[in-house]
């Protein structure tokens, strides 16, 4: 019984690599490295690097706003997204003040280290207005 | 005949506005605004803003770029994403050099419109290594 199951696996396994084989010689390359916020590149942009907020669920593009060293490390520290404000120049966690507080699944950091990716999983609004997605605004030709 | 059908399209337009309003009591407000290129404000982050990329399929996040008004406007004109490279100072179409041109489907534009979004309709990479994402790097705690 023990034989015959793990000769199934065997199978099993052979069969998830050859089609893993099959897609991936037809799709860009996937695969996820792991970095620690020491590798985030704050300095190349002056301290402040943009971030990308992503709801988790419907994968709408929320917003995008920025962080210092320090916001990404509370991020990390309280599992809350917290930014840092380019016009009052000070860190802030979303919700401080609306109660719209966003609890961050994820962070990503792009190939050259100075873009973030926060998910977050969370039905509040993100934007000021009431809206869950601050890119309400479609740009057509004039 | 046609009045009939008159009659079944108020029912299903009067269920739909029903449905509408329920959901949108215990939803954010969604609903998008038309703009313009010129309601963008560039000159508030010193002509270059930065741009989200999004796959319209996937809705994976694929990069972070830039954009002056002039890429905006190659963009619109064009179909095909346009930026404007902040390291090399100049102007650029996403595949010049790597074929990888990726048509753009949609452009939004944040709530203070100092923010875009591309949604582009490809699947080619988007990322100078090959991946269709540049976010392919997650962070984790040290």
């Known amino acids: 019984m023990m034989a015959r199951n793990t000769f199934n696996d065997t199978l099993l396994h052979f069969e998830i690599f050859r089609q893993y084989r099959f897609i991936s010689a037809f799709a860009p390359k996937e695969h996820m490295n792991v970095k620690s916020a020491d590798d985030v590149d704050f300095a190349k942009r002056g301290g402040v690097i943009p971030v990308v907020v992503q709801d988790k669920k419907t994968k709408d593009v929320l917003t995008l706003v920025y962080a ?37 699944s994820e962070i990503r950091v792009d190939c050259d280290s100075d873009a973030l990716l926060y998910i977050v999983d969370s039905n509040k609004p993100m934007c000021h207005t009431g809206e869950r997605t601050c890119f309400h605004n479609m740009v057509e030709k004039a």
């Open 68 to 104: 210092n060293r320090e916001a990404l490390a509370k991020t990390i520290e309280t599992g809350n997204a917290w930014f840092f404000s380019t016009s009052r120049n000070k860190l802030w966690m979303k919700g401080e003040e609306s109660g719209n507080v966003q609890p961050v």
